[in-house]
């Protein structure tokens, strides 16, 4: 019963999470190389078109995973990779998946990703504020890593 | 096959849509005819209690998804409640007959949100026009001891 419990409760998690653009793992350890999944909902009625990551300062972006249907760019500072951008038609009730590989900082700690939105009719959705906003940045939460003897 | 006290057993039985597939099938070992499914109780439970929080879900969040705010309350009218969240935005977010408003398990009224209450919105969709499906209002502050 207990398990039907904790079940209930992801559930419940999980679903109320999906309707925002969201970043997986949620959880990682400090300096590990890390596959990161963006998930990307369309929810109102008109199409999302692209979709800008701002990589945290202490986060490092090695590259990220082609596949078909959308296009990508990157914009540099130096040789770091600051931003990502994924353009593709996402329509109405429609869910995009974008990879990316990076890093992790080394310290722990929590690492907000800054995300915008941008539909066909030139609106967007900054998901940048914190729990609670309308729209919270994902946030990973990196803990230490189990130290080796 | 042995089967464990306590675990449900199930056998169907694939019905042929044609004669030539039931002379195939009447060919084939009995076992070969049959799905077996052993299905352990509590993992029965399991997946029942998951599908009635995912029915129970779709329900309440209309267009399959829930967005919830918190923050504080600014203002709030008869027609629409200020919130401003954790990040410094203030919402509007309208108040409708089908609002509901909560105190714990409790039911309150709309009167009972006031400038000051902690509160958490469902706002549905999360699409504008925002409208609030459930206010539910932070507990009442503890009055110090004298």
Redesign the interface.
Same mark, same amino acid.
């Given at each position: 019963?207990r398990?039907?419990?904790l079940?209930?409760v992801a559930?419940?998690t999980a679903?109320?999470v =999906?309707?925002?653009v969201t970043i997986w793992p949620q959880e990682s350890k400090a300096g590990a190389g890390e596959r990161y999944t963006v998930r990307v909902?369309t929810? *109102?009625k008109v199409t999302t078109t692209e979709v800008e990551l701002e990589v945290p300062a202490d986060v490092r972006v090695s590259g990220v995973l082609i596949g078909a249907g959308f296009t990508y760019e990157f914009r540099r500072d130096g040789d770091r990779i600051v931003a990502v951008t994924w353009k593709q038609d996402i329509k109405p009730s429609e869910y995009a998946e974008f990879v990316f590989f990076a890093v992790n900082p080394k310290t722990a700690g929590p690492v907000a990703w800054r995300v915008h939105q941008r539909y066909q009719d030139g609106t967007s959705a900054d998901w940048t *504020?914190?729990? *609670? =906003?309308?729209r919270?940045a994902s946030v990973t939460r990196i803990v230490a890593a189990p130290k080796t003897k | 096959m042995a089967v464990a006290a306590g675990n449900w057993y199930t056998s169907f039985v694939i019905s042929p849509a044609y004669p030539d597939e039931i002379e195939k099938m009447e060919s084939l070992q009995p076992n070969h005819m049959q799905v077996r499914v052993i299905m352990n109780r509590?993992t029965a439970?399991?997946l &029942?209690?998951?599908l009635l929080? @995912?029915t129970a879900?779709a329900a309440w969040?209309h267009? #399959? +998804?829930? +967005?919830?705010?918190? &923050?504080t309350v600014m203002e709030r009218d008869a027609q629409a409640v200020q919130v401003k969240?954790? &990040?410094g935005?203030t @919402?509007s977010i309208a108040i409708t007959d089908k609002t509901r408003v909560v105190r714990g398990k409790q039911k309150a009224a709309v009167a009972d949100v006031q400038k000051g209450s902690r509160v958490v919105v469902d706002?549905g969709? #999360?699409?504008d026009p @925002?409208i609030a499906n459930e206010i539910r209002l932070g507990p009442l502050p503890v009055a110090p001891k004298k």
């Open positions: 019963m398990a039907a419990m079940m209930a559930l419940l679903s109320a =999906d309707a925002h909902p929810e *109102g *504020g914190v729990e *609670g =906003d309308r919270p | 509590r439970v399991v &029942g209690v998951a929080v @995912l879900r969040a267009d #399959g +998804h829930i +967005h919830t705010i918190m &923050g969240t954790p &990040g935005e @919402l706002i969709n #999360g699409e @925002l």
